[in-house]
T-cell receptor, first 118, second 114 residues
């Protein structure tokens, strides 16, 4: 079945550091990937839609200069948290689906990245 | 606009008992609905999906869900709970406009007692 790989699984770093998270579709091409943020005991909040070869589409209230998204190939999207601060600490999850119609194709999720900013 | 409401943030059942997790949706168009499960510190795994082919949908791990348009519901059930079913469960609806976006409910934590 479709597999999405996310790396790293956990990051602990100092305040002010920029952190890059990778999301790869391993056995299919994904023109669109999604980035979510999940707070403890909370649901997933969609941050942005990553579009291969074009700019990402950010949800309202998400700072695009803070959360840089690059989707340079059909199998890789990256999320960079720039100058991270403790309030950016969270669980970040990506998802993707094969491009054969999108409304009824399930999203396949990565295993998430636990980001902790000290 | 589409939305999903999961009734009950926490459900506790005994091992072997019926599991019922409630989900109601709001959608201006025929919805595509999904149930996902999340284990601690992991991503989401698809349990099942409704895409208008059949109202009773069977998924993995013995779960199933029934789409009821009149009640705008898509409740998840399992006849007999296992300890391994303890996890967070999310109901989601696919956004309009063929974007692939998912709109998630608030999640329900399922606790299974021995």
């Amino acid at each position: 079945g479709a597999v999405v790989s996310q790396h790293p699984s956990r990051v602990i770093c100092k305040s002010g550091t920029s952190v890059k998270i990778e999301c790869r579709s391993l056995d299919f091409q994904a023109t669109t990937m999604f980035w979510y943020r999940q707070f403890p005991k909370k649901s997933l909040m969609l941050m942005a839609t990553s579009n291969e070869g074009s700019k990402a589409t950010y949800e309202q209230g998400v700072e695009k200069d803070k959360f840089l998204i690059n989707h340079a190939s059909l199998t890789l999207s990256t999320l960079t948290v720039t100058s991270a601060h403790p309030e950016d600490s969270s669980f970040y999850i990506c998802s993707a689906s094969p491009p054969f119609g999108t409304e009824n194709q399930p999203q396949h999720f990565g295993d998430g990245t636990r980001l902790s900013i000290l | 606009a589409q939305s999903v409401t999961q009734l009950g943030s926490h459900v506790s059942v005994s091992e072997g008992a019926l599991v019922l997790l409630r989900c109601n949706y709001s959608s201006s168009v025929p919805p595509y609905l999904f149930w996902y499960v999340q284990y601690p510190n992991q991503g989401l795994q698809l349990l099942l999906k409704y895409t208008s082919a059949a109202t009773l949908v069977k998924g993995i791990n013995g779960f199933e869900a029934e789409f009821k348009k009149s009640e705008t519901s898509f409740h998840l059930t399992k006849p007999s709970a296992h300890m391994s079913d303890a996890a967070e469960y999310f109901c989601a609806v696919s956004g309009t406009g063929n974007t692939g976006k998912l709109i998630f409910g608030q999640g329900t934590t399922l606790q299974v007692k021995p």
